[in-house]
């Protein structure tokens, strides 16, 4: 179950990099469509500003979070396998509605047992 656990925390961090990747290319156009840089067609040009206010928040999240998770994740495996990290990532992974992280402390909590 230990190996499993492993290999669940290595698949979320996978997706963790392609959040990032989301949230950098979310950040850049919503700077662009807020700017003109990026002419937006639509009626309505207060929604299209909200729209790229709305990608700027979101990238921003898809930076910071993946970030969070990433370095916790790699800190976790220099400290080695303990209760405490599988614990953390069980309650992160279901705050952040990451399955693998949820599997991942769930199946680290199992082995221990």
Do not use: H
């Amino acid at each position: 179950m230990e190996k499993a656990s492993k290999v669940m925390y290595k698949i979320a961090n996978v997706f963790n990099w392609i959040l990032l990747v989301c949230g950098i290319i979310f950040l850049i156009f919503g700077i662009l469509v807020n700017t003109g840089a990026i002419q937006a067609t639509g009626s309505d040009p207060e929604a299209i500003a909200a729209g790229a206010v709305a990608l700027i928040v979101f990238g921003v999240w898809f930076i910071i979070d993946p970030i969070v998770m990433i370095v916790l994740t790699r800190k976790a495996e220099k400290a080695g396998a303990s209760k405490g990290w599988d614990i953390l990532f069980l309650v992160l992974g279901i705050i952040g509605e990451n399955v693998f992280y949820f599997l991942g402390g769930l199946f680290g909590l199992i082995s221990r047992n």
